[in-house]
């Protein structure tokens, strides 16, 4: 069965520190990956997407960078935070075609003080 | 998309009752419609899905409805449970291309 992990699942980081949160699947083989934002009381922004290994979309310009060195895996970024990149952190993946269903990690709540 | 900036819609009901939560789609072409629970603190998780060949679909004290006439979508929970408490959204999909999420509810229950 397939499995989607984040890490780390909480964080507190300073203002202008960088920010690295971490998502891999198990179990599936090329699935198309997503990463979405929660800002409290409010719903998902998608921020970008991946379809394969270096292929990264931004639906956002912000200060966030996404990177995929990995098929399964799926790392968000971020040289220097800002206050407002406080949010839930949300990882997702689906197959590449056939199934829409999007596959959701547990999350990272990330507080930028 | 427009609905990142809004708070949640809320829906308070009594525990035992029906819960009726509406979305209203975008894309009158979309052909795959989702409906997801997020509990707090952690992911959405998948509830029940239909695809718009269909008008309702029925699962376990769920229901989900659609008319594509005037582009809505409900979920309908049967005896409703402390445990239903969560913020409910639905995504729509049109040909196998990524899901777009609604604003999301959330459903609080009253023991």
């Known amino acids: 069965s397939q499995t989607i992990h984040q890490w780390p699942a909480t964080l507190v980081q300073p203002v202008g520190s960088p920010l690295s949160l971490e998502c891999t699947v198990e179990?599936?083989?090329?699935?198309?990956l997503y990463w979405y934002r929660q800002a409290a009381g409010r719903g998902l922004q998608l921020l970008f997407y991946?379809?394969?290994?270096?292929?990264i979309s931004s639906e956002v310009p912000q200060n966030l960078s996404a990177s995929r060195p990995q098929d399964r895996q799926f790392i968000l970024s971020s040289k220097k935070l800002l206050l407002s990149d406080s949010g839930f952190y949300l990882c997702?993946?689906?197959?590449?075609?056939?199934?829409?269903?999007?596959?959701f990690g547990p999350g990272t709540r990330l507080t930028v003080t | 998309g427009e609905s990142v900036g809004l708070h949640l819609p809320t829906l308070s009901v009594q525990e035992g009752d029906n819960s009726i939560i509406n979305c209203a789609y975008s894309?009158?072409?979309?052909?795959?419609f989702i409906w997801y629970k997020q509990e707090s603190g952690k992911g959405p998780q998948f509830i029940i899905d239909?695809?718009?060949?269909?008008d309702k679909r029925q699962g376990q004290r769920v229901t989900v409805l659609l008319n594509k006439t005037v582009k809505h979508l409900s979920l309908q929970i049967a005896a409703t449970q402390p445990g239903d408490s969560a913020v409910y959204f639905c995504?729509?999909?049109?040909?196998?291309?990524?899901?777009?999420f609604g604003a999301g509810t959330r459903l609080t229950v009253k023991p």
């Open positions: 997702a993946w689906r197959t590449g075609s056939g199934v829409y269903e999007q596959y």
């Open positions: 179990g599936t083989s090329n699935p198309n």
């Open positions: 991946s379809v394969g290994i270096g292929q």
């Open positions: 894309n009158s072409a979309s052909d795959y």
């Open positions: 239909i695809r718009s060949n269909m």
């Open positions: 995504a729509e999909s049109y040909n196998n291309n990524d899901m777009r």
